[in-house]
């Protein structure tokens, strides 16, 4: 099943059938809403939005361990995060897509794992978006004619403030490409779940850097963002088929993400928490 995170504009595509809303379900409290579940050309697709239905949850507020933990439980075996960012760059321009190869992350104040006191887990995030994915999803945009950069680096800010000039130059010093509020813990996550994921960053603005271009409003996202969901509907329907057939993704490496990563000896293990992760890492407790 291919799970899509994102803004209500990109759930109302042509052609998805057999839709409905359902409770999501987890362990790690309540997620940021229902879930919209329909088919695709073919592909089950679980819609989650990851603010809730009229924006209601700002980014700090996002319970990221129950919405991954929600999509785990429904099936989802591939994520598409689809998320509004700044450039950091003259050359990513607002309206252009970036598909992300790496994050820093400079989030604080968030929950980052499932794991804690009683199971301890270190999973792998030297290559953090699954390049299977990527790939699909870089190709798909081309189909169509969206402008695509594949690659970047993605600053996690905490917000919910935009950057200040001293961090934009920062953050662009760090040779960072685009900067938003969202994608983590939500990348950690999904590998902690053995999901495979990957981010297509809508450009929105130059962030406040840019001395020819005024400074980031909502005012000013908002209306890139009306004009690119037209395109983000497009890219999903392009890329679900590709999903689908993709015949190598049971091999994906993401999908074993912990099978060296639970460091607790398995008489130490609390059951309440064997319990509660019983989605997430089931595949490797109940063995």
Same mark, same amino acid.
């Given at each position: 099943?291919?799970? %899509?995170?994102?803004? $209500? ?5 042509? =052609? ?15 997620? $940021?809403?229902?879930?919209? #579940?329909? +088919? ?14 009229? &924006?209601?949850?700002?980014?700090? +507020?996002? /319970?990221? !361990? ?6 785990? !439980? ?20 607002? =309206?252009?897509? #970036? ?6 992350? !400079? ?15 270190? #999973? ?5 978006? @699954? ?7 870089? +190709?798909?945009?081309?189909? %169509? ?30 040779? *960072?490409? #685009? ?6 813990? +939500? ?20 962030? *406040?850097?840019?001395?020819? &271009?005024? /400074? ?5 996202? %908002? ?26 993704? *049971?091999? *994906?490496? @993401?999908?074993?993400?912990?099978? &060296? ?25 109940? /063995?």
């Amino acid at each position: 099943m291919l799970g %899509i995170i994102g803004g $209500s504009g990109v759930y109302n595509i042509e =052609g998805l059938e057999n839709t409905r809303w359902v409770k999501a379900i987890s362990s790690f409290g309540e997620p $940021s809403d229902e879930i919209l #579940v329909g +088919e695709l050309a073919g592909q089950s697709i679980a819609f989650l939005p990851r603010h809730g239905r009229g &924006h209601r949850i700002p980014p700090t +507020e996002i /319970n990221f !361990r129950a919405n991954i933990d929600a999509l785990k !439980r429904l099936g989802v075996s591939d994520i598409i995060s689809v998320s509004a960012v700044g450039s950091l760059h003259e050359s990513l321009a607002p =309206g252009m897509f #970036v598909i992300i190869d790496q994050f820093i992350d !400079r989030t604080f104040a968030r929950e980052k794992s499932f794991f804690g006191s009683g199971l301890v887990a270190h #999973v792998s995030m030297a290559h953090p978006v @699954c390049g299977r994915l990527g790939g699909h999803l870089y +190709e798909a945009a081309q189909q %169509i004619d969206i402008p695509v950069v594949r690659g970047g680096t993605y600053l996690a800010m905490e917000g919910p403030q935009f950057s200040g000039l001293a961090e934009s130059e920062l953050y662009r010093s760090w040779k *960072c490409d #685009v900067i938003g509020m969202t994608n983590m813990p +939500e990348a950690k996550l999904a590998r902690e779940a053995e999901i495979c994921y990957a981010t297509v960053a809508m450009v929105t603005d130059y962030d *406040c850097w840019h001395p020819d &271009h005024d /400074n980031v409003t909502v005012q000013a996202i %908002i209306k890139v963002l009306t004009e690119n969901a037209d395109k983000a509907r497009a890219l999903v329907k392009r890329v679900a088929p590709r999903v689908q057939g993709d015949a190598t993704a *049971c091999q *994906c490496g @993401c999908r074993s993400a912990l099978q &060296h990563a639970i460091i607790t000896a398995p008489e130490a293990r609390d059951p309440a928490m064997i319990e509660k992760l019983s989605a997430v890492a089931g595949r490797m407790l109940n /063995n």
